[in-house]
């Protein structure tokens, strides 16, 4: 290694988990269509508390799986 530091990426694909609310803006949908898909497991994420961390990998497979 030589010292440097990797640069932080902005894009969406360098983070593992994003939220509800995010997911429904980006389909356009409401958070309750976004919960009902993870219990239904076409989503995958977890549970923290009262919340859901949902895997990005999962939101871009169901997105390649689906067509809006």
Known sequence: MDGK???KTASPA??????VQAVARRWN???STVR???DEGE???VRIRKSYK????S???YESRSTF
């Open 5 to 7: 530091k990797e640069p």
């Open 29 to 31: 949908v409401s958070e």
């Open 59 to 61: 939101v871009l497979d």
């Open 43 to 45: 989503l995958s994420g």
């Open 54 to 57: 949902i895997k990005l990998d």
């Open 14 to 19: 360098g983070r593992k988990f994003t939220s």
């Open 36 to 38: 009902r898909l993870i």
